[in-house]
C-alpha cells in the first residue's frame, strides 16, 4: 500500500484572522474529520506568540500525512516561548496548547525558531 505525500500549505501571519481563516479553509479543504476546532485554538495562540513576541514576519505551516496535523510558526527570534504561570493577565498559551497537543516542541530555524505542536487526526480520511 502506497503511503500518501504529506500535504503543506503555508501563510505570512499578518493577523490572527487571516491565520485562523487559512487554517480552516486549508484543514476543511485537506480532510474530513481533523479537529478543527482544537487546529484553531493552537494556531490562534502559537500566531499570537510570534506576532507579540517574535521578530521579522512570522510564518505559520500547516502539514498533514493521513495521521496527524502538524502546526509550526517561523520567526527570526531565536528566544525560545516561555511557558509563564496562568492567571488573570495570561499565560494560558502553553497550557492549552500542550492539553490539545500530542507532542510540542521548539527548534532553531535559520536565524530564529520554529515552534510546533501536533494534533491527532481522528480519522485518515482525506480528500486529497
Do not use: I, Q, Y
Not at 9 to 18: F, G, I, N, P
Not at 49 to 61: D, F, I, W
Not at 116 to 125: F, G, S
Amino acid at each position: 500500500m502506497n503511503t500518501p505525500a504529506p500535504l503543506t500549505a503555508e501563510c505570512v501571519l499578518t493577523d490572527l484572522a487571516a491565520a485562523r481563516r487559512f487554517t480552516r479553509l486549508t484543514l476543511l479543504a485537506w480532510a474530513a474529520g481533523v479537529a478543527v476546532d482544537d487546529a484553531l485554538l493552537v494556531v490562534t495562540e502559537l500566531a499570537t506568540n510570534a506576532l507579540r513576541h517574535g521578530t521579522g514576519v512570522p510564518v505559520l505551516r500547516l502539514s498533514v500525512d493521513g495521521v496527524d496535523v502538524r502546526v509550526e510558526v517561523f520567526d527570526d527570534s531565536p528566544a525560545p516561548p516561555v511557558r509563564r504561570p496562568a492567571g488573570p493577565d495570561g499565560g494560558w498559551g502553553l497550557a492549552l496548547v500542550d492539553r490539545l497537543s500530542t507532542v510540542r516542541g521548539t527548534a532553531p530555524n535559520g536565524r530564529g525558531k520554529v515552534v510546533w505542536c501536533v494534533l491527532p487526526v481522528p480519522t485518515a480520511e482525506f480528500a486529497g
